[in-house]
């Protein structure tokens, strides 16, 4: 844990300094413009809008690193509504789905309205997980979360299934994805987004519920995460 805390701060050194350095530059380009046209304010507000963008990921890796601290007798298991569970796992996605043009589609069963678990856990986990299906989907693609109620032996679980239909995860690469940092090729942004610990962090929090975490790749292309937790 000290080695990923001192590796997390070295990381998050490195990206900070870039979008801080950009969006003090445009904030002062536009505040000596004045009356300039409008498509040349736009121009310096995109800057701002992107590099504002990049340090709320940032923000979201520490977050996610957060959660490696907690073992499974700190898990506050509570009755969590599971469309608001939802919703905050969906929406900080919207405009990277928009801008990507990936349709995120939901599929929860009827009749399941609460589920027990810890909810900030669960949402980022999730997030995490629906993140990267985005990043790889290709232009027009679909990121499916569906939500199924299963049962393990005699036990009730919860699954969130996400499935995505991009190039998949070569199978030399999947003993790797849990790893702190690991980060594969970028996405169709042509860039790293985040710093590389979400997949690990989701894992974690499948694992301090007492559940599990599986990667697939699926035929011909695309990946299918399962996070499952018992009930």
Known sequence: MDGIKNELISRMANRLEAPVASLVTATQ?????GDAPAEKAARFLDIIRTEAQSLAEIIE???????????SDGVDR??????ELIRRTVSPL?????????????????????????ANGVATAVRAVVKNAIEFSPRGGEVRLEVHR???????????????????????????????????PPGRSGQHRGIGLGLMVAKHVAERHGGTMTMAVRSPDGTEVVLAIPQ
Request: aromatic share 8%.
């Open 150 to 184: 299963v049962r393990r032996g005699q036990d009730p679980w919860i699954e969130f299934k996400i499935t995505d239909a991009g190039e998949g995860i070569p199978e030399a690469d999947l003993a790797s994805v849990f790893e702190a940092f690991w980060q594969g």
């Open 61 to 71: 890796s520490v977050i996610q690193a957060s959660f490696l601290t907690v073992g």
């Open 78 to 83: 509570q009755g969590s509504p599971l469309q």
């Open 94 to 118: 919207g405009d990277l789905a928009k801008k990507l043009e990936v349709e995120i589609k939901v599929l929860v069963p009827s009749g399941l309205e609460t589920i027990f678990c810890d």
């Open 29 to 33: 380009v536009l505040g000596r413009l």
